[in-house]
């Protein structure tokens, strides 16, 4: 049977008759349109490509029990909902990071392990200095103004994706920059 020249609504039908052919066929028609919708929503290839994995992973998995009419519009919102999901986590990540960091710093300086805080005041100033304007603006926003990355993205008239990435930078560059002031302890 040649499986090219279904239709999408037959594919699925035979899809829930466990047919592996027809599951391969939806794989090979959409997979790389699903690997560009992940690239859009994470910005790198290898999370694209393992999110394209997971959908198909589960698509396989759930054929019993999924309700799917459009295939292609299925897939689509199912990638990009994958997608959301693997951003909240890595921002939850990331955040978790910032608080372990910080909450650090001030152990540290409070069991005189480190510089005063005015030293490391001096040291954080420093260290925003070889971040781009853009970004230390926007680090301070969030974290000095406590402001969301929307509110940011709308005050600047940035992208929330461009702001997480200005943020990040900020954060590696500080941490590398204020490797003296951390303890081990």
């Known amino acids: 049977m040649k499986y090219q020249a279904l239709t999408d609504e037959?594919?699925?039908?035979?899809?829930?008759?466990?047919?592996?052919?027809a599951f391969e066929e939806?794989?090979?028609?959409?997979?790389?349109?699903?690997?560009?919708?992940?690239?859009?929503?994470?910005?790198?290839r290898e999370e694209a490509e393992?999110?394209?994995?997971d959908l198909f992973?589960?698509?396989?998995?759930?054929?019993?029990?999924?309700?799917?009419?459009?295939?292609?519009?299925y897939l689509v919102v199912s990638i990009k909902h994958l997608a959301t999901n693997y951003i909240k986590s890595q921002i939850t990540h990331r955040k978790f990071q910032e608080y372990l960091i910080f909450n650090e710093i001030r152990q540290s300086n409070a069991t005189d392990e480190t510089v005063q805080f005015s030293d490391l005041s001096k040291a954080v100033e420093e260290a925003m200095k070889k971040?781009?304007?853009k970004s230390v603006?926007?680090?301070?926003?969030s974290r000095f103004e406590n402001q969301s990355v929307k509110a940011i993205a709308q005050q600047l008239n940035l992208?929330?994706?461009?702001?997480?990435?200005?943020?990040?930078?900020?954060?590696?560059?500080?941490?590398?920059?204020?490797?003296?002031?951390?303890?081990d302890n």
Do not use: C, M
């Open 131 to 133: 971040l781009p304007e």
């Open 50 to 53: 393992e999110l394209v994995q």
């Open 57 to 73: 992973e589960k698509l396989w998995k759930r054929r019993h029990v999924s309700i799917i009419q459009h295939l292609s519009a």
């Open 137 to 141: 603006e926007i680090f301070k926003l």
């Open 26 to 44: 939806i794989y090979h028609r959409y997979w790389y349109k699903l690997l560009g919708v992940a690239y859009h929503e994470t910005g790198t």
């Open 159 to 183: 992208s929330e994706k461009a702001v997480e990435y200005h943020i990040t930078k900020s954060l590696k560059v500080l941490k590398e920059q204020l490797k003296a002031y951390h303890s």
């Open 10 to 21: 037959q594919l699925v039908d035979f899809l829930k008759s466990d047919n592996q052919s």
